[in-house]
């Protein structure tokens, strides 16, 4: 069993930056993927960006060149760093892990845990 808590989240303007953590805790297992997901109310889960098992990332069209993802192992920690946000970006941020894979997947099926969400808001 894993537990993930997000925080970072919170209100910021058009163009600003945030660095959402997202904090592991549990079990430990042999391999992992990680990722990103948000939820905007009245839509579906769209994925951000996943790390992959040797610690590369694959983002979205939406993040490329703007988000960011890192981790710290000795933490259990997962980051993702978002600049220049748009008011689109706002949103519901959520992390998950995907337990057994070397490859991650830009969408959220066969994620095994997630966490509870933080809350981004852009305003323009």
């Known amino acids: 069993q894993l537990y993930l808590q997000e925080s970072g989240g919170g209100p910021v303007q058009a163009g600003e930056s945030l660095k959402l953590s997202c904090v592991i805790s549990?079990?430990?297992?042999?391999?992992?993927?990680y990722a990103w997901f948000r939820q905007i109310p009245g839509k579906g889960r769209e994925a951000v960006a996943c790390?992959?098992?040797?610690?590369?990332?694959s983002y979205s069209d939406s993040a490329r060149g703007r988000f960011s993802m890192s981790k710290s192992d000795y933490a259990r920690t997962v980051y993702l760093q978002m600049n220049n946000l748009e008011p689109e970006d706002t949103a519901t941020y959520t992390c998950?892990?995907?337990?057994?894979?070397?490859?991650?997947?830009?969408?959220?099926?066969?994620?095994?845990?997630w966490g509870r969400g933080t809350q981004v808001s852009v305003s323009s």
């Open positions: 998950a892990v995907l337990l057994g894979y070397r490859r991650c997947r830009l969408d959220s099926s066969g994620y095994d845990f």
């Open positions: 549990g079990a430990t297992y042999s391999k992992y993927c």
């Open positions: 790390m992959h098992a040797d610690g590369s990332s």
